[in-house]
């Protein structure tokens, strides 16, 4: 499970950052950086089931397949993870999680 806390994810690929600013070498501007990664980044976040996509002011923009099997993707020797009570996230979120430190960050997220 990944977390990537993108400011605007609708226009995620026109940001720049300081790792853009050390790319650069005279005569080359900042608009002259190409934005190649972050595009193709972007499209496979969209393109491929199971990834969720949640913007703090638009809400959902990806959510899981109904189809999705989770006991599918847990190896069978993995230990129980404990889920905090009074969770914000739902229930499918944290059975994401693969390890019982993943989960913690997950709570620690949810009072962001």
């Known amino acids: 499970m990944s977390f990537f806390l993108i400011k605007d994810f609708e226009h995620f690929e026109e940001n720049y950052a300081s790792f853009h600013e050390h790319l650069l070498t005279p005569p080359y501007k900042l608009e002259d ?5 972050e ?3 972007k499209n496979k976040l969209l393109q491929y089931d199971n990834i969720i996509i949640y913007d ?3 809400g ?3 959510g899981i397949n109904d189809e999705c099997i989770l006991n ?13 009570d009074n969770r914000k996230f739902s229930e499918i979120i944290y059975k ?8 913690n960050v997950l ?6």
């Open 33 to 37: 950086v190409k934005k190649y990664f």
């Open 39 to 41: 595009h193709r980044f």
């Open 56 to 58: 703090i002011e638009k």
């Open 60 to 62: 959902l923009i990806k």
């Open 72 to 84: 599918e993707a847990y190896p069978p020797g993995r230990k129980k993870i404990l889920l905090p």
């Open 96 to 103: 994401l999680c693969l390890t019982q430190d993943q989960a």
């Open 107 to 112: 709570s620690l997220l949810e009072n962001l």
